[in-house]
C-alpha cells in the first residue's frame, strides 16, 4: 500500500458479483474487465484504486497470486478482510529491490541526459546482446512513482553516481 494524500476508489468484488451474477472463480478472469476499468477511472480522476478482498483468507499462496495479479492491473493496494493477510499485502504492494534500483538508474540517467539538453536515453538491459530500452519523458515518471513508493514505504533507494 502506498501512503498518500489522494483519495480511493474500492472494489467490493463480492457484491459486485451477486448484483450482475458474476460467478467468482480462483482465475478472477470474470472480473478482469470490471477491475481493469475500475484502475482506469480511479487513476483518470487522481484516486489511487484498492483491489477487491481476497475471500480465500487462509491461502497464503493464493493470496500473494491474487496481491501480484492486482499490482499488476495498476491497483495501488488491497482490502484485507483477516489480519493475517496484512503483511502479505504490504510486502506485495511495494516496489521490489529490483524495480527500485531500475529506477534510481533511470532517474539518474535522466538528470544526465537533461542536462546535456537531450530528451531520451537508452538503458542497456544487462543482457548478453547488449540491448538497451528506450527511456523518455513516460517512463522517468513511472521511475518517480516507484522511487516516491519505495520511500513511502520506508524502503532502501539506491543511488548512482554521476
Do not use: W
Not at 19 to 29: G, N, P
Amino acid at each position: 500500500m502506498q501512503a498518500s494524500d489522494a483519495p480511493t476508489s474500492t472494489f467490493a468484488a463480492e457484491d459486485y458479483c451477486a448484483d450482475t451474477s458474476v460467478i467468482r472463480t480462483r482465475s478472477r478472469q470474470e472480473l478482469l474487465y470490471t477491475r481493469s476499468k475500475i484502475v482506469n477511472v480511479a487513476k483518470a480522476f487522481g484516486l489511487h484504486a484498492i483491489d477487491m478482498v481476497c475471500v480465500n483468507y487462509k491461502d497464503v499462496d493464493y493470496l500473494k497470486d491474487e496481491c501480484a495479479d492486482g499490482r499488476r492491473l495498476g491497483f495501488n493496494g488491497k482490502q484485507a478482510i483477516h489480519p493475517a493477510q496484512v503483511d502479505v499485502i504490504h510486502s506485495t504492494f511495494v516496489p521490489t529491490p529490483e524495480e527500485i534500483s531500475r529506477a534510481a538508474k533511470i532517474l539518474h540517467l535522466m538528470a544526465q541526459t537533461h542536462a546535456a539538453e537531450k530528451g531520451a536515453v537508452g538503458l542497456d538491459m544487462g543482457d548478453e546482446k547488449g540491448s538497451k530500452e528506450m527511456i523518455d519523458a513516460p517512463m522517468l515518471k513511472q521511475a518517480e512513482q516507484t522511487v516516491k513508493a519505495a520511500r513511502a514505504a520506508g524502503l532502501e533507494i539506491p543511488h548512482f553516481a554521476s
